[in-house]
């Protein structure tokens, strides 16, 4: 195999991930991220430009002479920059590692994703859909659903577009605000209400190529802001793999009804997809169903399966390309590793920026990926709700975790918050 110059897309701790991890392959040439962070600096050129500037990454892909193109996150991929790549002469020659526009509706919007899992038989909550059209007839749905009720909102929301209510006024509310008020802009406009499923939730990922796919690590991450899983939801606040009961019996049932009819039914419908493909599960009673499909890696669980992930990444994307992942045997790193996540005081809502960071360099034994840090000053500083995960192997879970807990406890910065939970169903 030749060496390739790679384009990776996003500023978030998954882009610093993936950068550490594309980084360690003998294929990779040259790497570029854009926006990127200063993690991903330290592995790569950042280059300044928004992932929905599509003209931009057009220009850097000509300039640089791009080979492979992987988009961290949901916004680009929504956007169609697969389709706008393979439309364009100058660019279709190049790899990208993720789904067609249709493709990516599977996160794109919830009712899509809703009606494909009917259509191909995939276990999932039931649900309705409403809009302002049939807004009344949602109000009376929700006054006799059975508590709680999940509303979420049908488009992109940052990872913050579902709610969960305890009561019936409270759905109501929680639709209005949605609905009337576009509480999240477009992505409310239609609003899909869901039967609540108790259980724990995990993250499965695979990796296709349209018609092949591989594996890689499972993990669970932690939305709630507060221990114990309270308070309002985040884009994530930890993770682990692997996850104690993602195996045997459970993992087949996953594979046999959720991961293959998924990518069978991709093909089935001709809808293009290549990459990622992430199903949100949730084990009722021993049993898998999905909770949402997101059309790229999750973070912060990429902060933990790139690390017990063997694989070349490089490879598996090029194999990837050739329609040849059924070439490519997925290795899993035998450790543990588990992530925690330092975020900023009042983070979900509004929190400060710019505070010093201080002491990274005590950390030992741990991997810091950026998420929310720039530099200012010449000093490193807080730049987002979430700052910096960190990242440690571990014969067990509990010893990842106590690895990470140390390093947290060494890095300063005014408001610093994490959670001193995370993993806690296992312990």
């Known amino acids: 195999m030749s060496s390739y110059n790679i384009l990776l897309l996003g500023s978030g701790g998954r882009e610093n991930a993936l950068a550490w991890k594309l980084r360690q392959s003998k294929l990779c040439k040259e790497l570029f991220i854009a926006p990127g962070n200063p993690g991903t600096a330290q592995l790569g050129s950042n280059l300044n430009i928004s992932i929905t500037d599509f003209e931009g990454i057009k220009e850097a892909c000509i300039e640089y002479k791009i080979d492979i193109l992987l988009p961290g996150g949901e916004d680009s991929l929504v956007a169609g920059i697969y389709d706008y790549f393979k439309k364009d002469a100058q660019l279709q020659h190049i790899i990208v590692a993720g789904p067609s526009k249709d493709g990516a509706q599977l996160e794109g919007s919830k009712a899509f994703s809703k009606k494909f899992m009917q259509r ?18 949602g109000i009376t749905y929700l006054q006799q659903h059975k508590l709680p009720i999940v509303l979420k909102a049908d488009g992109l929301a940052a990872g913050k577009g579902v709610v969960i209510t305890q009561s019936h006024d409270e759905a109501v509310q929680a639709f209005t605000t949605m609905i009337k008020e576009a509480q999240f802009g477009d992505a409310s406009k239609k609003v899909v209400v869901e039967e609540f499923l108790t259980g724990i939730e995990l993250s499965v990922f695979a990796f296709t190529d349209g018609k092949n796919y591989v594996l890689l690590p499972e993990a669970k991450d932690y939305k709630r802001i507060g221990e114990g899983d309270t308070g309002l939801n985040t884009g994530g606040m930890g993770a682990i793999s692997p996850v104690p009961f993602a195996q045997g019996d459970f993992m087949q049932k996953v594979v046999e009804r959720i991961v293959n009819p998924t990518i069978n039914g991709l093909a089935a419908e001709q809808i293009i997809y290549h990459g990622f493909v992430f199903f949100g599960l949730i084990n009722v009673e021993g049993n898998p169903y999905v909770i949402e499909y997101n059309c790229r890696m999750g973070d912060p669980e990429t902060e933990v399966v790139m690390p017990r992930l063997q694989n070349d990444l490089v490879e598996m994307i090029v194999k990837m390309g050739e329609g040849k992942l059924n070439e490519i045997t997925v290795l899993h790193d035998s450790r543990a590793a588990c992530t925690v996540m330092l975020v900023s005081e009042g983070y979900p809502a509004t929190y400060p920026k710019g505070k010093v ?40 879970i509990q010893d990842a975790l106590a690895v990470s807990y140390q390093n947290a406890a060494l890095i300063t910065y005014d408001g610093k918050y994490y959670r001193r939970d995370i993993g806690y169903e296992f312990q």
């Open 120 to 137: 191909h038989n995939i276990p999932t909550a039931a649900y309705r859909e409403f809009t302002d059209a049939n807004f009344d007839e």
């Open 357 to 396: 960071m201080k002491g990274l360099e005590n950390a030992h034994n741990s991997l810091l990926f950026h998420a929310g840090t720039a530099h200012k000053d010449g000093e490193l500083v807080t730049n987002g709700g979430r700052v910096l995960a960190i990242t440690s192997y571990g014969a067990t």
